[in-house]
C-alpha cells in the first residue's frame, strides 16, 4: 500500500503536532518579525538530523535534510516543502482553550496549521531518511500576509542550501469554510492572481468652488479616470485572462466650496498571467495620462508590484493529485473550477521552481458553506487535519525524490 509508512508515522506523531499547533495558536506574530514563532519552530526540530539556518533580514528557518538512501551520486535531487508562519492583525473571537494571547492578533489564516504539518514532515521524513533519495529543503516563512518573506528567503539563498538547486516545490493551505473537513482542492495552471497596488495622483489647480473655470479641477477628472478603467478592463482584456481593478482609496479635497490642487486614488490590481499583468499596468498609466491631459490637468501614476501569478506546473500538480489520491481515496479530492483572484507570495518560488501548490479544508463545521471564511475573527480550523498535511508533504517529497533520482540513473 502505498504511503501506510508517512500515514502511520503521521498518525503517531499527530498529537504532538496538534499540540504545537495549538501553543502557536496562542502567540501570533505579524509580519516579517516572528521571535517567538522562530523559536517554537528551532525548539520542535531539535534533536532531528537537520542542518539548518535562520533568516539574517527575517526571522525564517531553513532546515536541509540528507536523505540517505538511493544512489549517492553528487547529482542528488532537491525537493524544497514550505510552510508559512506569520498572523494577522484580527481579534479573535472564539470560544477556544487555546485562544490567542496576544491582543489583537490572531493565526485567522491557519498558518498555525501550516508550521506544525511541515514539522511533522520534517519528523517524518527524518524517520525515513534511510530511503530518502536525495535532500529536502524545509522553508519556514515569515510575511506571507505582507510584505512578503518569501522573496527576501530566495535573495538570502533558500534555493541553493543544499548545495545543489531546487528540483521541485510544494506547499499547501487550510482554509475555513467552503468545503467538508478533509477535503483536497486545486487546480493545474494559474490558482491565484498576482497583486499589485496602483497609485494616481491627478493635479490640477485650486480655486473658488463659484468659479470653476479659474482653476483646474481634479475631482471630475479623478472620478473620470476611475470610470474609464472599468472600461478600460472590459475593452482591453480577454474575458478568459481577467483582470481586476478595484479603486479602495479615493481622497481630494477639504470642503463643498473649495477646488483641491490635487485628487488621488489607490488601486488593487489583480491578474492571471504575466502578460495581462504587465499590459494592465501599461494601460492604466495610458488611461490616466490621456485623460488628465484631455482636460488640461496633469497626472501622476505610480506602480507598487506586489505578488506574481502562483501558477500550478501542470505535471507537479497531477503528481500532486495522484499523491493525494492515493494517500486519502478519490472521495477526499475535489478540481476547484476557477483561480482565485487572491494572492500569495509562494509564487515567489514557484516563478523559479516548478511547484505544486494545494488547498486542503479545516472546516469544522457541517455547514461548510456558512463557515466564517480566512482572515474573519470567527475562523475557526480543525486541527485535526495537521497530520494529513504533514503525511502529503512527506510523501510528496520521498515519491518526487525517487522519481528525480531513478531518471537521473537512466542512462
Ligand atoms: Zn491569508
Ligand atoms: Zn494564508
Redesign the pocket.
Known sequence: MPGVRTLDLASRIGPELIALRRELHQIPELGLELPLTQQAVLEALAGLDLEVTTGTGLSSVVAVLRGRGGDRSADRPVVLLRG?MDALPVTEDLPLDHVSRHPGLMHA???DLHVAGLVGAARILHELRDDLEGDVVFMFQPG??GPGGAEPMVREGLLEVAGRPVDAAYAL?VYSSEHPLGTWFGRPGPLMAASDEVGVRVVGAGGHGSQPFRAKDPIPVACEIVLALQTMVTRAFDVFDPVVITVGKFAGGTKDNIIPDDAVFEATVRSLSEEARAQVSRRIEQVATGIAEAHGLAVEVTHLPGYPVTVNDPDEYAFAKATIVDLFGEGRYTHQRDPEMGS?DFSFVGQLVPSAYVNLSACPVEDHEHAPD?HSPRADFDDSVVPDGAALLAELALRRLADLSSRRRRP
Open positions: 508559512d489564516c491557519g498558518h506571507e500576509e493551505h500569495e480566512n
